[in-house]
């Protein structure tokens, strides 16, 4: 079915906020100039990822199903189960029993599920099917080394 398994679920506890400087500047894949010492207001990762605290968790993808979305293997998605689904948002969902992350579709009355990657096909959501919506994903989380 193309599914995108998770390897794992996280619990997310914002703390206090950890800020860190934010350049003002964009940066071609290099680094700063020092001469440039224009900086934005600190960038504060909570503010920027969990929308609604109680509601968030974080899961690891394990498929590749939304390389095209830019959700990678071994990517982390931020859950937040306070957003509604709509037609074009990125969810993470059960389907017959097993999770998956797929763009949610829905025209002229029908639904589903359609992967970011040409080599797996949409999922048809049918009354034949067991489908629950778990949580809009807005972003994740890469880690290169």
């Not at 934010?22 to 440039?36: D, I, M, N, Q, R």
């Not at 207001?41 to 939304?66: K, Q, Y």
């Not at 797996?120 to 880690?143: A, H």
Request: glycine letters at 6%.
């Amino acid at each position: 079915m193309g599914m995108a398994r998770l390897s794992s679920v996280y619990a997310v506890e914002p703390r206090t906020a950890a800020r860190v400087p934010f350049a003002l500047t964009p940066v071609p894949a290099g680094f700063p100039s020092p001469a440039e010492e224009y900086l934005d207001r600190p960038l504060d990762f909570n503010e920027l990822l969990i929308l609604h605290p109680a509601a968030t968790f974080a899961v690891r993808v394990a498929g590749d199903s939304m390389i095209g979305a830019g959700i990678y293997p071994g990517d982390i998605a931020v859950v937040d189960r306070a957003l509604t689904a709509t037609d074009g948002a990125i969810i993470l969902a059960i389907v017959d029993g097993e999770f998956t992350i797929k763009r949610y579709r829905i025209k002229d009355g029908a639904a589903w599920l359609q992967p970011e990657n040409e080599n797996y096909k949409r999922i048809p959501l049918t009354e034949d099917c067991e489908f629950q919506v778990w949580g809009v994903i807005k972003n994740s989380i890469r880690m290169f080394a």
